[in-house]
Nanobody
C-alpha cells in the first residue's frame, strides 16, 4: 500500500490549509486512518484519527476545535481541514493506516503504513 500526503504549504497564522491523504493498493475500508506531525528533534505526535466508517474521530487536545478530519471512501482519501493555524502547528504532517480496524491509538507505534509527509509552515 502507498499513501500520498499533499496540501502542505506556507500560511500565515490564523489561516487555513486542507491536507489530503490518498491511498493506492488498498482501500481504507476496515481500517483507521491517522494524521501525525513531527518537528526536528521531536517524536512524531498524534494529531487526529478517523474510523474508516467515518463515525468515530479523535483529536489531540492541541488541535481540538480547529482541525477536522474526514474520509471519502469513494475517493479512497482522508482529509485534514486545519483552521486558525498557529505557529506551533508548523511541522511535517504524515498520514498513516493503523494496525487495527478500530480507532485505538495515539502512538506512532500503532501505525502500520506511513505516507511520505507534507510540510506545513505557519508564519507568525
Amino acid at each position: 500500500v502507498q499513501l500520498q500526503a499533499s496540501g502542505g504549504g506556507l500560511v500565515q497564522a490564523g489561516g487555513s490549509l486542507r491536507l489530503s491523504c490518498a491511498a493506492s493498493g488498498r482501500t481504507f475500508v476496515n481500517y483507521a486512518v491517522y494524521w501525525f506531525r513531527q518537528t526536528p528533534g521531536k517524536e512524531r505526535e498524534f494529531v487526529s484519527g478517523i474510523q474508516w466508517s467515518g463515525n468515530r474521530m479523535d483529536y489531540a487536545r492541541s488541535v481540538q476545535g480547529r482541525f477536522t478530519i474526514s474520509i471519502d471512501n469513494a475517493m479512497n482519501a482522508v482529509y485534514l481541514q486545519m483552521n486558525s493555524l498557529k505557529s506551533e502547528d508548523t511541522a511535517v504532517y504524515y498520514c498513516g493506516i493503523g494496525k487495527y480496524s478500530w480507532l485505538n491509538t495515539r502512538e506512532a507505534s500503532g501505525i502500520e503504513y506511513w505516507g511520505q509527509g507534507t510540510l506545513v509552515t505557519v508564519s507568525s
